[in-house]
């Protein structure tokens, strides 16, 4: 039951001549003191119909109002606040969050359509850098929330495992390399291939040409090329994968730039057959001007096609085997332009889907203020964060609850939960610095206060050995309870607004309020006290632990029941 949309639709009973259901609806605020109401309709653009001051219409309306739906109505200035009665809203919220558990917020809106969503997306030999676990666990998230919302997801992770610089790194590994240092720590030793590769090409140019030539040999399918790159991309897949473990995050399809290979031609002959392929300087290119952007780069002037061919042909997949209404690209904002660029050639093509590609792209983790940069073992690093994350919550547990059963495990949850709140808590276009000391701290607006929060319901519950019953007495009406009731009245809306924004942050910021607003009650109220309303005290206790257990997940994060 949304209360807003409830008042809204009183509202519009009375006001039906001037103003629609949608206005009142936009125009109706939460007062920043909720001693001022639950909500809050200003008057004054009804001030020129009426001919009347803002504070006497509202005078006006409160008279109107004699519905039952509100404790009272006052009119305050020109704005008319609206009083819910606690004890009816939270019997009915509490009743709806214990029925339907952790499908509370679930929505059908997506009825089952495709929405492919490309995330992750390293590239191969190379470290997973800041950005791709940002890709992957903003990507994730997006995906759980339009799950939520009715939709079928299918997470994409792009790997970027075809390109020149397979032809230095064979040429490298084929001069330098040694197959057990390359199995032992792939992506390190690759690494260093390729740049020794580079250190020696400075003074030796013909190495570049041979780095060409095995490039070609590979593009032509010559057996020896397609083995050596076969492995490498196994062995750094092998790698990402430990990662992506560790993270809890799997994909649908790993198809990459490689699988495009055999699908570019196809896209080369459309675009040939409409006209819209224009040479220049030997190169093949589609006028974008009048999209106020750079032409598209189509075919080099040596026949190699290129990143922004790759994705058009994988547009094209997409669209045919997801059948899409939304495909979503999450990728740094320094690749604005070739998305932009990739909507523009498939309108000029006459594809009216290209309007249902979004990139939803996001800033830059930092440093002490520093960009990261991309030094080499970043892989390691990553890895590193992640293990440091996970031994200082496992030091904290020691401290806070010795006793703890399964102590590894829950460090765990706790210490990548810590990393992917931390990076989910900001909304995504902000850059954010990254310290790992405050990521994982238990209280402030991080993962572990939420996580513990929810441990802290969990226990009251054991406590009081409590046991799901919808047919107790679920009515509050203390103040407490009722900031907790109205937040969790509010989780399906902030579901969908997440999944309209393609914003992870709105949930988590919405779970860190529900957790300091229960906290608040919690330190308020004698939950266990054995009165007539301890059961409903209860109830907003399972209601909350699911809740805050259900935002959690969709952000890709664990709840231990014990921390
Ligand atoms: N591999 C690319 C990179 O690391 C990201 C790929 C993003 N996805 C895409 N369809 N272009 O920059």
Same mark, same amino acid.
């Given at each position: 039951m949304d209360l807003k949309k409830q008042i809204a639709l009183d509202l519009e009973h009375i006001l039906s001549e001037d103003l629609n259901y949608e206005q009142i609806y936009n125009l109706l605020e939460v007062p920043k003191d909720s001693t001022h109401g639950d909500y809050s309709f200003p008057v004054f653009s009804l001030a020129k119909v009426y001919r009347k001051a803002p504070n006497m219409i509202a005078e006006d309306l409160a008279e109107k109002f004699?519905?039952?739906?509100?404790?009272k109505v006052v009119p305050v200035g020109g704005y008319l606040n609206f009083f819910l009665i606690k004890e009816n809203v939270s019997k009915d919220v509490l009743k709806v969050i214990l029925e339907? #558990?952790? !499908?509370?917020?679930?929505? /059908?809106?997506?009825? !089952?359509r495709g929405v492919p969503i490309d995330l992750s997306s390293p590239n191969i030999a190379k470290p997973i850098s800041m950005g791709h676990l940002r890709s992957t666990v903003i990507g994730n998230s997006i995906s759980e929330i339009f799950e939520k919302m009715g939709y079928n997801p299918i997470k994409i992770n792009?790997?970027? /495992? *075809?390109?020149t610089q397979f032809g230095k790194l064979i040429v490298a590994y084929k001069k330098w390399g040694n197959e057990e240092a390359v199995k032992a720590n792939p992506i390190h030793e690759l690494l260093e291939l390729y740049v020794h590769f580079h250190e020696v090409a400075e003074t030796d140019p013909e190495l570049e040409e041979q780095g060409r030539e095995w490039f070609k040999k590979l593009e032509d399918g010559d057996e020896e090329a397609v083995e050596l790159w076969k492995w490498f991309r196994e062995e750094s897949l092998k790698e990402f994968q430990r990662i992506y473990d560790m993270l809890g995050i799997s994909f649908d399809?790993?198809?990459?730039?490689?699988?495009y290979n055999d699908k570019m031609d196809r896209v080369v002959k459309m675009l040939e057959d409409q006209d819209l392929l224009v040479a220049d300087k030997g190169a093949d290119i589609v006028n974008l001007d009048k999209y106020d952007?750079?032409?598209? %780069?189509?075919? #080099?002037? $040596?026949?190699a096609t290129l990143y922004l061919t790759r994705d058009l042909a994988s547009a094209f997949y997409r669209i045919e085997n997801y059948d899409f209404v939304q495909a979503l690209y999450v990728v740094g904002n320094e690749q604005a332009i070739h998305f932009k660029q990739l909507k523009a050639v498939l309108k000029e093509m006459? !594809? $009216? *889907?290209?309007?249902?590609?979004? !990139?939803v792209p996001f800033g830059l983790i930092t440093q002490g203020g520093q960009k990261l940069s991309t030094r080499k073992g970043k892989v390691i690093l990553l890895e590193e964060v992640l293990n440091e994350a996970v031994s200082s919550v496992r030091s904290q547990i020691e401290e #806070?609850?010795?006793? %703890?059963?399964n102590k590894d495990e829950v460090a765990h949850q706790v210490g990548i939960g810590a990393v992917i709140f931390h990076d989910l #808590?900001? $909304?995504? %276009?902000n850059s954010f610095d990254f310290n790992l000391d405050e990521i994982i701290q238990?209280?402030?607006?991080?993962g572990p206060y939420v996580q513990y929060t929810r441990s802290r319901c969990e226990s009251i519950l054991a406590k009081a050995n409590w046991t799901l019953d919808?047919?107790?007495?679920l009515s509050l009406d203390d103040v407490d309870s009722w900031e907790v009731v109205k937040t969790l009245n509010n989780f399906p809306n902030k579901v969908k607004e997440a999944s309209i924004k393609y914003e992870p942050s709105v949930i988590a910021k919405y779970v860190i309020e529900l957790a300091q607003k229960f906290n608040r009650y919690y330190s308020k109220h004698?939950? %266990?006290?054995?009165?007539?309303k301890q059961p409903a005290r209860l109830a907003l206790v399972y209601a909350t632990s699911v809740v805050i257990k259900e935002s959690l997940r969709l952000l890709g994060v664990q709840s231990p029941d014990k921390m």
């Open positions: 004699n519905s039952e739906n509100y404790e339907e #558990k952790n !499908h509370y917020g679930d929505s /059908d809106e997506g009825q !089952h792009y790997i970027g /495992d *075809w390109g399809s790993y198809n990459g730039e490689s699988f952007l750079n032409p598209a %780069l189509i075919r #080099k002037s $040596d026949g006459g !594809h $009216d *889907w290209s309007d249902n590609i979004h !990139h #806070k609850n010795p006793t %703890l059963e #808590k900001n $909304d995504r %276009l238990f209280e402030g607006e991080t919808q047919n107790v007495p004698k939950i %266990l006290a054995e009165d007539e």
